[in-house]
């Protein structure tokens, strides 16, 4: 029962008026941030930490905190709009929300990627209350079969993504593996593939990939059209999902919240694997799976509720 008298503790002190307006500033400043192309949740806290010098260290905290949620959310804003992941962990996002958004339907989609976040925010932090202990434990006993296997189920997890042939999917796995080769090596200290270049010493961010992959591929393909192209506007409304939605959605933002919590504390997993984990096993349960990647609610739901459960992990070890 001790932990019951410690939560009650903590909800009294974080639902003090002041820490609760610490709490709405962070997150306004994180989402706004966040929706930047290109800066996550980890940008976000280096610029807004000078913020929090002044501040008692429980409202730092909280503030802090806020700023981190605001941040993982925000980059679904720019996937859903303008098909540019804000940050790596909404790169999944793009394939149905922004199809979403030209068939006129960005509303539902902010509308249902705000809800899923939010209720799998709330679950993962209720849940790692009570599991941090053990679930920490764990992780920590992680070796390399481990990490292996879960080197493995990132690699299942493309196959389940790719499209048309899976000799292409598996080449294009190839050369991620080798991307990611790029950099100095954490064992030995020495520099591959950099080519002498400074510049690629720290290797290929996802970030980076991720916006050229989206990002400059939309505008290359507007260059390359020779009719005329008129700019897509549409209005956003209808921020609450209709009863349907919600029909379709609840099932991918409970799964995507139990995927997302448990691949968020292991090491090396986070926000990236789980959204990508979670919109692939949601095509595969789906009745419907070659509707996914044209404007399908739970394409958002799911992957936007797993990045948000998976932001628990990194609290762990606080």
């Known amino acids: 029962m001790d932990i019951f008298h410690q939560m009650a503790y903590g909800f009294g002190i ?51 905190a806020g700023i981190y949620y605001g941040a993982q959310y925000g980059g679904s804003t720019t996937s859903i709009l303008v098909n540019i992941p804000g940050e790596a962990a ?63 189920l990132g690699l299942t997890v493309l196959t389940f993504l790719a499209h048309g042939s899976m000799l292409k999917a598996l080449m294009a796995a190839i050369f991620g593996l080798f991307i990611g080769t790029i950099g100095i090596d954490p064992m030995t200290g020495v520099q591959r593939f950099t080519f002498g270049t400074p510049n690629l010493m720290e290797g290929i961010g996802m970030v980076q990939i991720a916006m050229g992959m989206f990002g400059i591929t939309e505008i290359l393909s507007n260059i390359e059209q020779t009719v005329r192209v008129s700019v897509f506007e549409t209005k956003v409304k209808g921020l609450f999902p209709n009863l349907q939605d919600w029909r379709r ?48 609610i739970e394409g958002v739901a799911a992957p936007e509720a797993a990045n948000n459960a998976a932001a628990q992990g990194p609290l762990s070890p606080c």
């Open 14 to 64: 974080a639902c003090q008026p002041l820490n609760l307006l610490f709490c709405f500033l962070g997150a306004v400043a994180g989402t706004m941030v966040g929706v930047l192309p290109g800066l996550g949740p980890t940008a976000a806290l280096s610029m807004l930490l000078p913020v929090t010098f002044g501040i008692s260290p429980t409202g730092a905290m909280i503030m802090l």
């Open 90 to 152: 909404s790169v999944v996002t793009c394939l149905d929300g922004y199809k979403m958004a030209r068939q006129g339907r960005a509303g539902a989609a902010l509308g249902i990627s705000a809800f899923g976040s939010f209720i799998a925010g709330t679950i993962g932090v209720l849940v790692l209350c009570f599991l941090a202990p053990p679930l920490v434990d764990s992780a920590l006993s992680f070796g390399p079969p481990e990490y292996f296997a879960l080197m493995c």
């Open 249 to 296: 959605s609840i099932g991918a933002v409970l799964r995507g919240t139990l995927i997302g919590f448990f691949l968020g504390v292991l090491p090396g997993g986070g926000a990236v694997i789980a959204s990508f984990a979670s919109y692939a096993i949601e095509k595969r349960l789906s009745k419907y799976p070659e509707k996914f990647g044209t404007g399908v």
